[in-house]
T-cell receptor, first 114, second 113 residues
Framework: AQSVAQPEDQVNVAEGNPLTVKCTYS??????LFWYVQYPNRGLQFLLK??????LVKGSYGFEAEFNKSQTSFHLKKPSALVSDSALYFC????????????FGAGTQVVVTP | DAGVTQSPTHLIKTRGQQVTLRCSPK?????VSWYQQALGQGPQFIFQ???????QRGNFPDRFSGHQFPNYSSELNVNALLLGDSALYLC????????????FGEGSRLTVL
């Protein structure tokens, strides 16, 4: 079985401040980890992924994420948040042998205030 | 390069009716997955199609069925609609052997009255 936990329903941050969205996971074997962003009434947009290699992954729009195997975490980070980063963020995990079957977290609403 | 396209964008049905949703994958992609996203929740995996066959299935009843055509496009069919089927239905495409990420369409918003 695989599962994802996003412990915060909402994260509030002032524009220009660092942004962190937390994610922990549970999966058998080596995980494939993903972050997606969703704007109101839209589909999901891919931000970044971890499959193997460097624990720090860089993605779109200045976002990055750090894979921590011992803590089974994959937190999303951005050094300086923009108002346009306000959206719903989803962490997802899948097993290496489970192509296309992502297990999503419940999502974290990010609100960036000017 | 067109991304994943879905139709219709919105539709309203009544309980007991049947619905068909359609998806065209991103160019170069051969695998289509369907997800259901209820209001305020993360997407839930319904099933995946590759080479015109259902390859994986999530915890959804047999009322949910699908099809993939030779051009890789796909349909999701839901029979005997229930109020609880109201959700955003997302289609995602990928390429076998690719980077593993899914590319999502804008979704079809289904309301069951």
């Amino acid at each position: 079985a695989q599962s994802v936990a996003q412990p915060e329903d909402q994260v509030n941050v002032a524009e220009g401040n660092p942004l962190t969205v937390k994610c922990t996971y549970s999966v058998s074997g080596n995980p494939y980890l993903f972050w997606y962003v969703q704007y109101p009434n839209r589909g999901l947009q891919f931000l970044l992924k971890y499959i193997t290699g460097d624990n720090l992954v860089k993605g779109s729009y200045g976002f990055e994420a750090e894979f921590n195997k011992s803590q089974t975490s994959f937190h999303l980070k951005k050094p300086s948040a923009l108002v346009s980063d306000s959206a719903l963020y989803f962490c997802a995990v899948r097993r290496t042998d489970s192509w296309g079957k992502l297990q999503f977290g419940a999502g974290t609403q990010v609100v960036v205030t000017p | 390069d067109a991304g994943v396209t879905q139709s219709p964008t919105h539709l309203i049905k009544t309980r007991g009716q049947q619905v068909t949703l359609r998806c065209s994958p991103k160019s170069g992609h051969d695998t289509v997955s369907w997800y259901q996203q209820a209001l305020g929740q993360g997407p839930q995996f319904i099933f995946q199609y590759y080479e015109e066959e259902e390859r994986q299935r999530g915890n959804f009843p047999d009322r949910f069925s699908g099809h993939q055509f030779p051009n890789y496009s796909s349909e999701l069919n839901v029979n005997a609609l229930l109020l609880g089927d109201s959700a955003l239905y997302l289609c995602a495409s990928s390429r076998q052997g690719g980077g593993g990420e899914l590319f999502f369409g804008e979704g079809s918003r289904l309301t069951v009255l």
